[in-house]
């Protein structure tokens, strides 16, 4: 079975600042590891995901990820915060096979301070 | 970029009457589409998994009989709470993938509020 494991609910950096939002995975099988931002009031939108490829993913709004089988995790930075980045994080994953749903993580809610 | 929308996006009803909610493709077609519930401070729990044309594939736990879902084309899939309780209340979410892998990426509609009073 899969899990995903966010540590940290809720994470508050000043605007500038590195962020880091830590995301560790439990899959028996390879894993598909995906981010999700979702802003107050609307849907999930997909930052970035890890289907195989290259390890250091890169996604939207200047957010990255890098996939570290040997940690077992799939962190997600962005070098420079924006006040536009708060919302709720979620990270997820699934496996590789067709028609699966996505395992999620309990979120983190980021925080960016003027 | 693909849209998913959801209808309503709140909705208050009484203890015992039934609630349906719409999930639509805006803009592609979507083979599986997928109902989660989501608690306040929580992580979405996936409900159920719909493939037009057929029966959906509920998790452990959901009662098929109370939330039915219906995916008559491949444009939408719906979502009733039948004799719907307090307990319901939720925040449900819909998403739909465009292919059958499940690398494909999946598109979140924004979510309907159900407060059963």
């Known amino acids: 079975a899969q899990s995903v494991t966010q540590l940290g609910s809720h994470v508050s950096v000043s605007e500038g600042a590195l962020v880091l939002l830590r995301c560790n995975y439990s899959s028996s099988v390879p894993p598909y590891l995906f981010w999700y931002v979702q802003y107050p009031n609307q849907g999930l939108q997909l930052l970035l995901k890890?289907?195989?490829?290259?390890?250091l993913v890169k996604g939207i709004n200047g957010f990255e990820a890098e996939f570290k089988k040997s940690e077992t995790s799939f962190h997600l930075t962005k070098p420079s915060a924006h006040m536009s980045d708060a919302a709720e994080y979620f990270c997820a994953v699934s496996v590789a096979r067709a028609g699966t749903a996505l395992i999620f993580g309990k979120g983190t809610t980021l925080s960016v301070s003027s | 970029g693909a849209v998913v929308s959801q209808h309503p996006s709140r909705v208050i009803c009484k203890s015992g009457t039934s609630v349906k909610i719409e999930c639509r493709s805006l803009d592609f077609q979507a083979t599986t589409m997928f109902w989660y519930r989501q608690f306040p401070k929580q992580s979405l729990m996936l409900m159920a998994t719909s493939n037009e044309g057929s029966k959906a594939t509920y998790e452990q736990g959901v009662e098929k009989d109370k939330f039915l879902i219906n995916h008559a084309s491949l444009t939408l899939s719906t979502l009733t709470v039948t004799s719907a309780h307090p307990e319901d209340s939720s925040f449900y979410i819909c998403?739909?993938?465009?292919?059958?892998?499940?690398?494909?990426?999946?598109?979140f509609g924004p979510g309907t509020r159900l407060t059963v009073l």
């Open positions: 890890y289907t195989s490829a290259a390890t």
């Open positions: 998403s739909a993938a465009v292919g059958g892998s499940s690398t494909d990426t999946q598109y």
